[in-house]
């Protein structure tokens, strides 16, 4: 078991015990916490504690982990309006405000580990849908960047996810 994943956003690492990753970051590149804002795409530094992991039924089997888990549905959404109560919340669609769809046809959220970052309470603005999720390639084979969430290929996610606990923590750093 690890109590702390570490990405190091200057070398696109993501590293958990003795073991490392490649990978993606948010196309803007790492902000501290307090500049980042909704729409900005860059991924947030700090520590954040791993809340739960959404699967895709259909597609992955439940993963090995001591983490909640929940089964994504088509109905499931993330609200990313900051003018909206629900602001970086899980909502039910059709929603009334901007939300993210979270069943995709892409792969990219097969599995999502929801990740602490502005949700204690939300912010408006501060930015939404911080996530730890499946990576997708350009035609060169690279990594594409995310719009701020990190994301790494989706079998060495499952992997780590056997390392990791409730008491795991992401530490996003420069």
Known sequence: MVDRLIVETSTRTLKWGSQSTPCAIG?????PEAEKREGDGATPLGTYELR???????????PR???PIRGLCHHDGW???????????????PFDASAETLWREDELYDLIVVLSHNDSPPQPGLGSAIFLHCCKYDETGA?????????????????MLRSCTPQTVIEIRE
């Open 27 to 31: 196309k803007g590149g790492a902000k």
């Open 52 to 62: 739960w992991v959404y699967f895709r039924p259909d597609r992955v089997p439940p």
């Open 65 to 67: 982990t001591e983490l």
């Open 79 to 93: 609200c990313d309006d900051p003018a909206s109560p629900a602001y970086n919340r899980a909502v039910t669609l």
């Open 143 to 159: 990594m594409k960047p995310t719009l701020g969430c990190i994301s790494v290929p989706r079998e060495t996610l499952l992997t």
